[in-house]
């Protein structure tokens, strides 16, 4: 996964650029489509591994919270 990040990041760089040619502009929009449509599969399939493992929790065990719940977020106090 971080290598597919770091090769859709480096996409974006080049694509960013004035001077790309439009016939390379079409091809590296096409990787990098292919590499989001890889990492979202990435992504479910972990998301179903880890909704299985709550299903299967043993009983009296608490199921992981929610992809879309929130997660608090505590404020510190700044080092003195």
Known sequence: MR???QAFT???A???R???EL???VDLYRKGRELVARCEALLKTAEETLRA???TAAPGATAAPSL???IPF???SPCV
Do not use: C, P, Q
């Open 3 to 5: 290598r597919r990040s």
């Open 10 to 12: 480096e996409i974006v």
């Open 14 to 16: 080049e694509l960013e």
């Open 18 to 20: 004035e001077n790309i």
């Open 23 to 25: 016939e390379r502009a």
């Open 53 to 55: 493992a709550a299903d």
């Open 68 to 70: 879309d719940d929130e």
């Open 74 to 76: 505590l404020m510190l």
